[in-house]
């Protein structure tokens, strides 16, 4: 595989810009990137420094600078190097300014503020915490979303991305032999989701956890029958309650938690 250097440098946390590029970059599958990521720059004395490295290890470079005259120099200096060098911010807040007749304020990290949106996740994240795996069932109702599925179906994972959305999200297990939570049949509010994966695919996941934990492989947890009767029994009570399912077989979390919000999206809006 050819090695590339991408030099990342953002005037926040970097995260943008990583994203952009690791979107990108999978398209290429023959490229393994060597990712060297600047943040929190600045200054002309920070930009300076990251110049330096990008000399010494020249490849691409991406940034999102909102500082018109930091911007300049990067890109003069690229240009005197050839190196490739882009704006992963400039062509949109170009074309929103058009669109809406205004201009950008242009303040490097202004959407990490701390402003009500930012502290509406916090309280989404704590939520998801304190109820994770079935704990405090008492105020379940609170939550946005709950979901509902056998072990090792995603349901953690998902929630803590929900959280990061601003979705106060909790999440039940399935567990053989035991009733669910009576409190779960109370609330109102929330959207109730059954998360399910093919059966032969949870027993792999399931054994993979096994041997991370170094635990006994012989233990019906990862069986293939056991899993089986447990995914048939979970799709019985998602049916006889009328819950929408989702499958997360070969899904990613990002994937498993936008159907997630597609639901939620639907039902707010009367559309269930």
């Known amino acids: 595989m050819e090695t590339l250097h991408l ?5 926040a946390t970097g995260e943008t810009v990583g994203k952009l590029a690791r979107a990108c970059i999978v398209q290429f599958p023959s490229v393994e990137p060597k990712e060297h990521v600047w943040n929190l720059v600045r200054t002309k004395s920070e930009l300076s420094k990251v110049i330096k490295e990008v000399k010494k290890k020249p490849g691409l470079v991406l940034y ?11 890109e003069k200096t690229c240009i005197d190097l050839d190196i490739p060098c882009l704006s992963a911010l400039d062509p949109i807040i170009t074309a929103m300014s058009k669109f809406f007749g205004l201009k950008s304020q242009r303040k490097p990290g202004h959407q990490h503020i701390l402003d009500a949106q930012y502290f509406h996740r916090i309280e989404a994240m704590n939520y998801v915490l304190a109820h994770d795996d079935g704990q405090s069932v008492a105020d379940l109702d609170k939550a946005d979303v709950i979901l509902v599925g056998v072990s090792r179906t995603s349901k953690t994972p998902t929630c803590l991305y929900l959280a990061n959305r601003g979705i106060s999200a909790a999440n039940v297990p399935l567990v053989p032999g035991y009733p669910l939570p ?3 049949f ?3 509010a929330p959207l109730i989701i059954g998360m399910t994966k093919n059966p032969k695919h949870l027993a792999l996941v399931r054994k993979n956890r096994l041997d991370v934990l170094n635990q006994d492989q012989e233990t019906d947890y990862a069986d293939i029958e056991t899993v ?17 399912v989702i499958d997360g077989t070969r899904k990613s979390i990002e994937e498993i938690a936008t159907i997630v919000l597609q639901h939620h999206t639907q039902r707010r809006e009367g559309n269930p």
Not at 65 to 74: F, G, I, W
Not at 228 to 243: D, G, S
């Open 64 to 74: 999102t600078v909102v500082n018109r005259q930091l911007q300049q120099h990067l």
């Open 186 to 188: 109370k609330v109102k």
């Open 228 to 244: 089986h009767k447990e995914i048939v029994n979970a799709q019985k009570i998602f049916t006889r309650y009328r819950w929408p």
């Open 7 to 11: 030099h990342l440098i953002s005037d």
């Open 182 to 184: 009576p409190e779960l």
